[in-house]
T-cell receptor
């Protein structure tokens, strides 16, 4: 079965500094991978997606992720954190007609 | 706008009761997915319907059931509720890319 692993359940970054959220996946075939964001008391919003096209994927709000098959990774980055980036971020893999979610990274942005 | 409507937004009920959650995807969307988000289990897939038929099943309890109607809206029925059923329940529709899904705002269920 496909799965993803997110380490660092809580991440603190200073406003204006880079954000790095790590995700490693396990899949027996070429995966479809996604990052979703959930702001407090809100629903899930799709940030970006990898579906076997370009390995560097750009998403909304300045986020991007790079698919690295050799490292089975799909890390999410942003050059400069903004206060509005405070939220929970989920790395997600698709397989067997369903999405499987990682445990999430709770991001705190320090002014 | 995700194109998915869920009602109600909040639901508070007592243990042992039964509730129905409703999901309406955009007109013409044949697939609907249900997910549960709880503190204990995180986000997990419950069930998928496609054009009225069950297509995939995840970690859905026997006390839970779902259906998709001819107009393609879906309902998730939760019965004999327990405190541990308190969670956010999301419905999602398919996007254009493989596996891409768009989520509704969710129904927050509180069982007291």
């Amino acid at each position: 079965a496909q799965s993803v692993t997110q380490l660092d359940s809580h991440v603190s970054v200073s406003e204006g500094t880079p954000v790095l959220l790590r995700c490693n996946y396990s899949s027996s075939y070429s995966p479809s991978l996604f990052w979703y964001v959930q702001h407090p008391n809100k629903g899930l919003q799709l940030l970006l997606k990898y579906t076997s096209a370009a390995t560097l994927v750009k998403g909304i709000n300045g986020f991007e992720a790079e698919f690295k098959k050799s490292e089975t990774s799909f890390h999410l980055t942003k050059p400069s954190a903004h206060m509005s980036d405070a939220a929970e971020y989920f790395c997600v893999i698709y397989g067997n007609n369903r999405l499987a979610f990682g445990k999430g990274n709770q991001v705190v942005v320090i002014p | 706008d995700s194109g998915v409507t869920q009602t109600p937004k909040h639901l508070i009920t007592a243990t042992g009761q039964r509730v129905t959650l409703r999901c309406s995807p955009r007109s013409g969307d044949l697939s609907v997915y249900w997910y549960q988000q709880s503190l204990d289990q995180g986000l997990q897939f419950l069930i998928q319907y496609y054009n009225g038929e069950e297509r995939a099943k995840g970690n859905i309890l026997e006390r839970f059931s779902a259906q998709q109607f001819p107009d393609l809206h879906s309902e998730l029925n939760l019965s004999s509720l327990e405190l541990g059923d308190s969670a956010l329940y999301f419905c999602a529709r398919l996007g254009l890319a493989k596996g891409e899904q768009y989520f509704g705002p969710g129904t927050r269920l509180t069982v007291t």
